[in-house]
């Protein structure tokens, strides 16, 4: 007997939140010029008639399974995403050289799951500062990007 | 003790004093920052370019030439008075753009806000169709308006821009009404003018001389006519008041001592005087001007009447 | 052939130089996510200025070639397009990739870009002036059905739910409009932040949608990012270039297709790459294989690609109108150094053009063994790199990349945020891709339809306009195709007694 995956609702949530989404756009169009208020508004409808098409569709097919959880670590997940954030927010703030050092670090420390052996763990540290140091100086020297430098570079 | 106290900061004081008088008189001593706030391959950028061997010709140094393109300028303007105010970070600034965006919407900067030192060149409105266009005179164009209102079109680089301008304002003058169909860039602009999707376009004399051969001017809002398009009549000969287009500067943050906006206004009004430097220019479509920084205020208080004022007829002043 | 004489000024060991230094930094340059071929053509423009015109000119073109090859890489080996032209790459290059078959990949897309780009530069050689003309014929309308035929394509090609496609269609098409509008001059759904006024950079897109979900799932499990194949022997050459020979009717058509989308301007890789494979798809005999990794599709997409470098320069140098974005860059160039583009290029001046057009071939010919060579080396480089030092050094390149498109950190939030939202829609069943090439062809559309709307009231009928013009109505006629093809083969097969079995 073939078990039955568990019912997929997260898929039918999104359709609704989309629903809201386009509903959210049409309702902002009404402080628009006329030609402005064209395409969003169609584009908000035809997103809005999508997922209730979906919804319905579901609706006659009620046993599609869901997408299992994603494997992996949760916290891990986490910690990036926060890294990324901090690393994004922190750039004009800090400089952008030491905060990409220090955020590339982090993430080093988030993606290694080997032992950190102290061989390792050096080789893995001085190779991430080296790409780090080295794409800057390629950017900012080579291509001449302005990179924001605060206090500490 | 005292007297040597007194005796040494004297000295410093004045060691201070020359080493910035000395600062000042030898400006540039580095790379200047010449950010440009579109991006890479249009006019902002391309007279940015025929500037740079100038700047090496005058003051030694080079200029780094850097794109911050967002909101039409409006990225690059906002920020301005937060970049470095020692005379080595400019910015290029551009006419009716800083006068029409905040009267618009708030875009992060007043007009009063941007430091202006140099305004250097304007590029003319001009009047353009294809090459093989029935309508060889702007007398044809107009009595053809005047037949047909409203199916006459034209047309150009952005809503609310200078081409958008331009043709408002000829339409009042003229008695006229036309269609001004909103293009991204002058590159979209050229395609639809030259494909023959519209009657004509609202662009600048730049333009007329990229399209050459393609295109016809019909005429161009300056006082006397372009050196390089000697055939193209002037608005004002053919009896409208119309003189104007795109002016562009330079300016740099408000916080930048007077001496060295000054040394700044200075340096580019010599590049702009060299007659190699107007050659090129010209023969690129520009007009020169010459508003330094005396001249300045004056120059924008007249430029803010004539824009807040075509704002509230278009009705786009809602600030 | 035209202009044969000038091939020998391209042989010169100046430009055979430059040639080879440029296909080398372009293709750099383009793999690294977030630098695309127009910054990569902006940043050499200053060198170009003390050279002469064809020189330049060679340069300049190798670079932008290079690029849009080197959009690849990262595509196949990272499922995140190097440059925009590359997203439909990441369609079958990166499942080969995880299936073991990245090298293979990479070879292909070498072959490809090659094949594309010789197909293009050949019809700007020998075509020029007249293919100019039809760039002409493309009106405001045409492009809107021609983004309508793009958006269409993304319905169609969405692996999993055809709606959940187009729901993440619109949502990308959404996210174009936030910012001020090109017609009409509204700001749309700023929500009053400053940092929205400018707009979703594609790039920003691009990068978030992709990359970052990459590097979210990549740090949740110890195991390596790609497998590497049973022979890390060699190019696997022979075995590319049986593929290639098989599939020559879909490089031709996709060369084509390249060429003919480049010459409009406006229009890019992106939009060439999706309509070739598209149509491999389409035609293929064995349709299963799509989206699991079938070389076709790599084959399709980069020969098109390569091909819109060649047909863009087409109206860029007959008319003086860019017909893709590098291109704009190119034409300040050649205004700062007095060339005027036109017919009279072609006539009086046409030293400079031939020179510059057999320095292109030659350029691509040499992407070749280059291409080869760099593409094992990065292919050896990703695959070895332990994954712990890979995720910071591609989390660098996000941010510096995001940054550098606008010299704007907030270009490198709205990407983080972007990401973070591409990752929970992703698990969700709505894939990258539709959301990004809504963000680009979201303009298009919209500006078409604005125009050519106030084109019809002018002309009198907005109808006549949008559905009786001649080339509108042969877009019209390939979406209906697009759309129904598919059922109308089932059919025809049921009719025909034979099983409707892929």
């Known amino acids: 007997m073939t078990e039955r995956p568990a019912r997929d609702i997260a898929s039918l949530l999104s359709a609704g939140g989309f629903i809201v989404v386009g509903a959210l756009a049409l309702y902002h169009t009404r402080d628009m010029t006329p030609l402005g208020s064209v395409f969003p508004r169609t584009i908000a409808s035809a997103m809005i008639i999508f997922s209730v098409i979906y919804i319905v569709w579901r609706f006659f097919k009620p046993h599609v399974g869901a997408e299992p959880p994603a494997p992996g670590s949760v916290p891990r997940r986490l910690l990036l995403v926060v890294a990324m954030i901090a690393w994004a927010l922190l750039l004009n703030r800090i400089g952008f050289l030491v905060t990409s050092i220090v955020a590339a670090l982090a993430l080093l420390l988030v993606a290694n799951w080997d032992r950190w052996a102290p061989r390792r763990a050096i080789v893995y540290v001085l190779s991430t500062l080296a790409v780090v140091v080295g794409l800057y100086a390629v950017f900012a020297f080579g291509l001449k990007v302005p990179l924001p430098m605060a206090a500490l570079m | 003790m005292k007297k040597t106290t007194k005796l040494i900061t004297a000295v410093l004081g004045l060691f201070g004093g020359l080493v910035a008088a000395l600062a000042i008189a030898a400006y540039p001593e580095k790379t200047i920052s010449y950010i440009i706030a579109f991006g890479p391959g249009g006019e902002s950028d391309v007279s940015a370019r025929l500037q740079e061997p100038f700047f090496k010709k005058f003051t030694g140094q080079n200029i780094a030439i850097q794109y911050k393109p967002g909101a039409g300028g409006a990225a690059t303007w906002s920020q301005l008075n937060g970049m470095p105010a020692d005379g080595y970070t400019i910015v290029g600034t551009n006419i009716p753009h800083i006068v029409l965006q905040p009267l618009e919407k708030d875009v992060g900067y007043e007009t009063a806000d941007l430091a202006n030192v140099y305004w250097f060149h304007y590029t003319p409105d001009a009047i353009m169709v294809p090459a093989e266009s029935p309508y060889k005179t702007l007398k044809d164009l107009v009595a053809a308006a005047k037949k047909a209102p409203g199916t006459i079109t034209f047309s150009g680089s952005g809503t609310n821009s200078a081409n958008h301008l331009a043709q408002q304002r000829f339409d009042k003058l003229a008695g006229i009404k036309t269609t001004y169909v909103p293009f991204k860039g002058t590159g979209a602009s050229n395609t639809a003018l030259l494909g023959k999707q519209v009657t004509g376009s609202w662009g600048y004399t730049t333009v007329q001389m990229m399209l050459g051969e393609q295109a016809r001017c019909l005429a161009v809002a300056m006082e006397k006519r372009h050196p390089k398009i000697p055939d193209c009549p002037t608005f004002k000969e053919l009896g409208y008041d119309l003189v104007g287009g795109a002016y562009r500067g330079i300016a740099v943050p408000k916080s930048t001592p007077d001496n060295v906006k000054k040394a700044v206004s200075d340096l580019i009004g010599k590049i702009n005087k060299d007659p190699e430097f107007i050659a090129k220019m010209e023969g690129n479509g520009f007009a020169m001007v010459d508003v330094s920084l005396a001249e300045m205020p004056k120059f924008m208080d007249q430029m803010r009447k004539l824009y807040t004022g075509l704002a509230v007829e278009m009705g786009i002043k809602k600030r | ?502």
């Open chain 3, 1 to 502: 052939m035209p202009g044969i004489e000038f091939l020998v000024d391209a042989l010169t060991p100046v430009n055979l130089l430059l040639a080879v230094v440029g296909v080398a930094a372009g293709t750099i340059i383009g793999a690294l996510p977030g630098l695309t071929a127009t910054m990569a053509v902006a940043v050499l423009v200053p060198f170009t200025f003390g050279m002469p015109p064809a020189s330049a000119l060679i340069v300049l073109g190798a670079i932008y070639t290079g690029a849009i090859y080197g959009g690849a890489y990262s595509a196949i080996l990272l499922n995140t397009p190097g440059t925009p032209s590359a997203i439909a790459t990441t369609f079958e290059g990166y499942p080969m990739a995880k299936r073991g078959d990245g090298d293979l990949a990479i070879t292909l897309a070498c072959l490809a870009s090659v094949f594309g780009g010789l197909v293009g530069a050949l019809f700007l050689l020998g075509l020029a002036p007249p293919l100019a003309e039809v760039a002409l014929k493309f009106g405001p309308v045409e492009y809107f059905w021609l983004a309508i035929f793009g958006l269409t394509l993304i319905g169609t090609l969405s692996e999993g739910n055809m709606l959940k496609g187009l729901i993440g269609g619109c949502a990308g098409l959404l996210l174009s409009m936030i910012g001020v509008a090109e017609v009409g001059g509204d700001i749309r759904y700023t929500m009053d932040l400053k940092m929205l006024l400018g707009g979703i950079d594609v790039v920003s897109a691009l990068i978030g949608l992709y990359c970052i979900p990459v590097l979210i799932d990549l740090v949740a499990t110890p195991d390596p990012h790609l497998k590497l194949g049973n022979q890390i022997a060699g190019y696997r050459l022979r075995e590319a270039l049986t593929i290639s020979w098989r599939s020559k009717v879909n490089l031709i058509r996709s060369s084509f297709v390249g060429t003919i989308v480049g010459i409009l301007p406006g229009a890019g890789g992106s939009i060439a790459s999706l309509v070739a494979y598209s149509e491999a798809r389409r035609t293929a005999k064995r349709q299963s294989n799509f989206g699991k990794g079938e070389p076709d599709g790599v084959l399709a997409t980069e020969s098109a690609n390569n091909a819109t470098v060649g047909g863009g320069f087409i109206p860029t140098l007959v008319l003086g109108i860019p017909g893709t974005p590098p291109d704009a860059v190119i034409l300040g160039a050649l205004l700062v150094q007095g060339i005027r583009t036109g017919p009279s290029l072609f006539g009086e001046q046409s030293s400079i053009v031939y020179t510059f057009i057999y320095g292109l071939i030659i350029a691509t010919l040499l992407m070749l063994p280059m291409g080869l060579l760099i593409g094992r080396y990065a292919f050896k480089s990703i695959v070895t790199i332990p994954k712990a030092v890979l995720v910071p050094a591609v989390g660098f390149l996000t941010v510096i990349g995001s940054y550098a498109i606008n010299n704007n950190t907030d270009d490198v939030i709205v990407m983080v945020v972007l990401g973070i939202v591409g990752w929970v829609l992703n698990r969700l069943g709505y894939s990258p891709s539709p959301i990004v090439l809504g963000v680009i062809l979201g303009p298009i559309a919209e500006a078409g339809f604005v125009q050519g709307y106030l084109i019809g009231t002018a002309r009198g009928s907005v109808l006549a306009e949008f559905f009786f013009r001649p080339i509108s109505m042969a877009v019209i006629g390939f979406i209906l195709l697009s759309l129904f093809y598919p059922y109308l083969t089932r059919q025809w097969r049921m009719y025909r007694g034979v099983a409707s079995s892929d």
